[in-house]
């Protein structure tokens, strides 16, 4: 079985328009069946090409998982920064509005949301995506830090760890059917802060934020 070694990255080009509709379709099937369904023959079948063109991108079936997790990254990465950038509000409300958001937008596609748990499942069994879990994992703590650090949050290392952590609990919820309401996020995610820190800061005359 071929290692998990990097792989040079495509130019913007057809082949990587082409490459990067073989990993949406391997987000699919592992959204849809698991990581153990990614065979050359489903993923090729899932993005209607031949096996032999998912192979020209792709040299092991490890190597299509992998890449899929990462292109998964990227584009959670798009959409919060998409996000991001339409809020004006740098208040700790604002980062839970930022997560509530981003929870609509993602729901509108459970089955990405399932292959992203598949993915975490199967990176327990394989250090090499176990190291892209645990990167990603720190990025978003780290994103979130930064927010809650402008918004004058008391610990906000630890406050963003809980924010995450009660994020995954109600994504997991949502998969199995027990609750999806966002206004029922909003409310778990306030309840780690008192109402009176959420506030937005008020902001002087100069426009400094005090």
């Known amino acids: 079985m071929q290692d998990f070694k ?11 328009r082409s490459r990067e509709h073989v990993l949406e379709a391997a987000l699919r099937v592992i959204g849809t069946s ?9 993923v ?19 190597q299509i998982i992998l890449q899929a997790f990462r292109h998964y990254i990227e584009t959670v990465d798009a959409s919060l920064s998409e996000i991001s950038a339409r809020l004006d509000d740098d208040s700790i409300d604002g980062v839970i509005e930022l997560l509530v958001r981003y929870h609509q937008r993602e729901f509108r596609d459970p089955a990405r949301v399932l292959a ?5 499942l199967f990176a327990a069994r394989n250090e090499a995506v176990g190291r892209e879990v645990r990167s990603w994992e720190r990025a978003l703590i780290d994103r979130l ?4 650090n402008r918004a004058g949050a008391d610990q906000p290392h630890q406050s963003a760890q809980l924010l995450l952590a009660v994020f995954r609990a109600f994504e997991l919820d949502s998969l199995t059917g ?3 309401n966002p206004e029922e996020l909003r409310a778990r995610l306030q309840a780690l802060f008192p109402a009176k820190v959420r506030k937005p800061r008020t902001t002087t005359s100069n426009g400094a934020k005090i």
């Open 145 to 148: 830090e930064s927010r809650l």
């Open 6 to 16: 990097e792989i040079e990255r495509t130019p913007n080009t057809k082949g990587a």
């Open 34 to 42: 698991g990581t153990e369904a990614v065979t050359y023959r489903c």
């Open 178 to 180: 027990r609750d999806n």
């Open 116 to 120: 992203e748990y598949e993915l975490i």
């Open 44 to 62: 090729a079948d899932e993005a209607g090409l031949t096996r032999g063109a998912v192979a020209h991108h792709f040299p092991s079936r490890e």
